[in-house]
């Protein structure tokens, strides 16, 4: 099961990181089920949040997701116990953070204790439930603000310490280092949210720990394939006008 907020979730037009990894996972003969409670996109051209969008680029995986649009640590740990109870996930794949740092002012102290919440309560919806917890990634933000910056230096060091605190055999923690390979400025298509190129990076991240740590499938070939855009028409807002013009029923 992927946990995540928008980087996870994806918006109209997107292939996802969920897609590269399934399709790097399958490619190896593996018998793989995605498990959540939504399957669908975020619809980037309208102003609502969260609004169901079917139209991947690709919809030709396994779609299911526990991934939601702004969701924070400070959210998903109230509803993970629930999601992990009800869906009975071997892994969950988590890749939250930036929302915590950007829209809730959340100090490392805050972030830590938000995390172990995570944890706790993902274990009791499963004693044996596997973790693997990917870094929070680079945005453009970081790259021009250097208090923001450290600030996520600081959580992506308590996200790998609480990792190696906490971790147990029967219910073992794991970082997938997302952000180690990830550049705004080459990997996202607005500053923040994966390009294919990005996504191909954050899949890669999480087939290496399931490959290096659990021994499922192999590491994500390198070198990395460039791939292309996303088309801008995909991203591209409704206007009413235009589509009244178009004799569109709005």
Not at 67 to 85: C, D, F, M, N, S
Not at 99 to 119: C, H, K, M, Q, S
Not at 184 to 211: K, M, Q, S, Y
Not at 245 to 250: E, R
Request: hydrophobic share 40%; proline share 6%; with cysteine.
């Amino acid at each position: 099961m992927i946990v995540g907020d928008s980087i996870s979730h994806g918006s109209s037009g997107d292939w996802t990181w969920r897609y590269r990894f399934w399709k790097h996972l399958t490619a190896q003969g593996l018998d793989v089920d995605f498990v959540g409670p939504h399957k669908t996109l975020d619809n980037i051209r309208t102003e609502e949040s969260g609004d169901g969008d079917n139209t991947y680029a690709d919809p030709g995986f396994d779609r299911d997701h526990a991934a939601k649009w702004g969701q924070p640590y400070l959210v998903a740990k109230t509803t993970i116990r629930e999601y992990v109870q009800t869906h009975r996930p071997d892994f969950v794949l988590v890749l939250l953070g930036i929302n915590d740092l950007v829209w809730y002012g959340t100090t490392p102290d805050e972030f830590e204790a938000n995390l172990r919440e995570f944890i706790a309560n993902a274990r009791a919806g499963h004693h044996s439930v596997r973790l693997i917890l990917g870094t929070i990634l680079e945005t453009a933000r970081a790259t021009e603000d250097f208090v923001f910056a450290k600030l996520v230096s600081k959580c992506n060091d308590r996200i790998r310490a609480v990792a190696a605190e906490l971790r147990r055999p029967i219910s073992p923690i794991e970082v997938a280092d997302t952000a180690v390979e990830f550049v705004a400025a080459e990997h996202t298509w607005d500053d923040t949210h994966p390009n294919p190129n990005g996504e191909v990076r954050i899949a890669a991240a999480f087939a290496d720990v399931l490959a290096q740590r659990f021994q499922i499938g192999a590491m994500y070939p390198r070198p990395y394939p460039v791939l292309d855009s996303i088309r801008p028409e995909a991203k591209a807002p409704i206007h009413i006008d235009t589509a009244q013009d178009a004799g569109l029923a709005v």
